[in-house]
Nanobody
Framework: QVYLVESGGGSVQAGGSLRLSCVRS????????MGWFRQAPGKEREGVAS???????TYTDSVKGRFTISKDYAKNTLYLQMNSLKPEDTAMYYC??????????????????WGQGTQVTVSS
C-alpha cells in the first residue's frame, strides 16, 4: 500500500510563498504519476500540478508561472513551490499518486492514493 503525508501548509500574506511536501512510503515504485490538488469550500476539487514518471509536469492555467512541482526521487518526496500567492489560492491541498501515466493528469479520478491534506490560507 502507498501512504502519502503532506506538510508545509500555513497562513501567509498575499504575495508570499510556501513550499508543500508530500512524503510517499510503503510501496516505493518509481513508475508513478503524482499530483497536487486543492479544494476550497463550495468548490470542486481542482488539479493544480502533476509530474509523471519521466518528470514531465503539467499545471493548471491559474498557477502557471507561480507554482512549481518537483520530486526528489531519492527521498520519495513530492514538492509544490508556491510563489506570489493570492487569496484565491486558499484551499486544502492534497497530494495524490497513481501508477503509470495519464493523458490528462489533472483529473482527480486518475488517482487512487491520497494524503490527508494540508491547509493553505492566503490573506490580503
Amino acid at each position: 500500500q502507498v501512504y502519502l503525508v503532506e506538510s508545509g501548509g500555513g497562513s501567509v500574506q498575499a504575495g508570499g510563498s510556501l513550499r508543500l511536501s508530500c512524503v510517499r512510503s510503503g510501496d516505493t515504485d518509481s513508475s508513478v504519476s503524482m499530483g497536487w490538488f486543492r479544494q476550497a469550500p463550495g468548490k470542486e476539487r481542482e488539479g493544480v500540478a502533476s509530474i509523471d514518471p519521466h518528470g514531465t509536469t503539467t499545471y493548471t492555467d491559474s498557477v502557471k508561472g507561480r507554482f512549481t512541482i518537483s520530486k526528489d526521487y531519492a527521498k520519495n518526496t513530492l514538492y509544490l513551490q508556491m510563489n506570489s500567492l493570492k487569496p484565491e489560492d486558499t484551499a486544502m491541498y492534497y497530494c495524490a499518486a497513481e501508477r503509470g501515466t495519464a493523458l490528462n493528469p489533472l483529473l482527480s479520478y486518475m488517482y487512487s492514493r491520497w494524503g490527508q491534506g494540508t491547509q493553505v490560507t492566503v490573506s490580503s
